[in-house]
Every structure is written in C-alpha cells, then in structure tokens.
C-alpha cells in the first residue's frame, strides 16, 4: 500500500516506535476488506496481477499514508499510484514477441482472476537481488485490521 524511501537503520529507536504505534492505532480503524484481482497478465517489466481499487483501499491508503505522517516520515513517502497488484515474475532483460505471446497464452491457461481478502497489515523489508532477479521480503511487524 506504502514504499517508504528509507531503510531500517535510518531510524532510531524512537521514530521506530512512534512508526510502530501510529500504525498500531489506525490499523484498528480500517475494516478488512476484498480485492478482486484479474489474470496475471504482461506489463513493461513484471508479469503482474491488477486489482480493483474498491474504495476501502484507498481509504487503507490514505489512513496509513497518515499514520506514517503523523509519526514523522512524510519526507520518506513515495509518489503515487498506490493501486492494488501483487507481482507474479519480474522480468530481467527483453524477451521477443513470440516469448511474449507464449507467456500470454500460459497464463491464460493457468492462472484465473480470483479475490483475496485484505485483513492485516503487514510492514515489510525488502532486499532486491539484481543477479536473481528477484526481491525478498522480510517480515516485521503486522497488525490486524478492525481490531
């Protein structure tokens, strides 16, 4: 829902606490909600499935976007768009149109739009690996929602 423009050890122990516990409270305002997500389908440079930005999202969006304001990382925010997707493969070099349409076609075969519900809030870190092509996520802290 939120990149933030920073790394861990950019904060101390206070701004880290005061992140923690800005979230804390407004995920208990937020009401788990649904997203329903079409096929994976080819984009510039993922393979990604796009969800329906349903106005419970944007108000997630918005009331974390705040949060984390009012706990002092304003500057650490990202730009927009902050609409729903999950990635399903990034890609590492341009492939040809045939590889393309081959992907395409896999996809469609096997991979159908389905929904998942959204009930917890969870801050993340991520750690690129450029020789893989790939990211890995390192939970941190999670907060479920309405609660």
């Given at each position: 829902?939120?990149?933030?423009?920073?790394?861990?050890?950019?904060?101390?122990?206070?701004?880290?606490?005061?992140?923690?516990?800005?979230?804390?409270?407004?995920?208990?305002?937020?009401?788990?909600?649904?997203?329903?997500?079409?096929?994976?389908?080819?984009?510039?440079?993922?393979?990604?499935?796009?969800?329906?930005?349903?106005?419970?999202?944007?108000?997630?969006?918005?009331?974390?976007?705040?949060?984390?304001?009012?706990?002092?990382?304003?500057?650490?925010?990202?730009?927009?768009?902050?609409?729903?997707?999950?990635?399903f493969a990034y890609c590492r070099k341009d492939t040809s149109p045939s590889q393309d349409a081959r992907?395409?076609?896999?996809?469609?075969?096997?991979?159908?739009?389905?929904?998942?519900?959204?009930?917890?809030?969870?801050?993340?870190?991520?750690?690129?690996?450029?020789?893989?092509?790939?990211?890995?996520?390192?939970?941190?802290?999670?907060?479920?929602?309405?609660?």
């Amino acid at each position: 829902m939120q990149r933030l423009d920073l790394y861990r050890e950019d904060l101390d122990q206070v701004a880290w606490k005061r992140m923690l516990e800005s979230l804390g409270r407004v995920s208990s305002s937020i009401d788990p909600f649904s997203i329903h997500f079409a096929r994976p389908c080819i984009r510039d440079t993922a393979v990604e499935a796009l969800g329906e930005p349903v106005a419970q999202w944007q108000k997630a969006v918005a009331a974390i976007r705040g949060a984390l304001c009012s706990a002092g990382l304003e500057s650490a925010l990202t730009d927009e768009p902050f609409g729903p997707h999950y990635t399903f493969a990034y890609c590492r070099k341009d492939t040809s149109p045939s590889q393309d349409a081959r992907l395409a076609e896999d996809l469609k075969r096997n991979c159908e739009p389905h929904t998942w519900q959204v009930n917890t809030i969870y801050l993340v870190a991520v750690k690129q690996y450029l020789d893989e092509g790939v990211f890995r996520f390192e939970r941190l802290h999670c907060w479920p929602l309405g609660i």
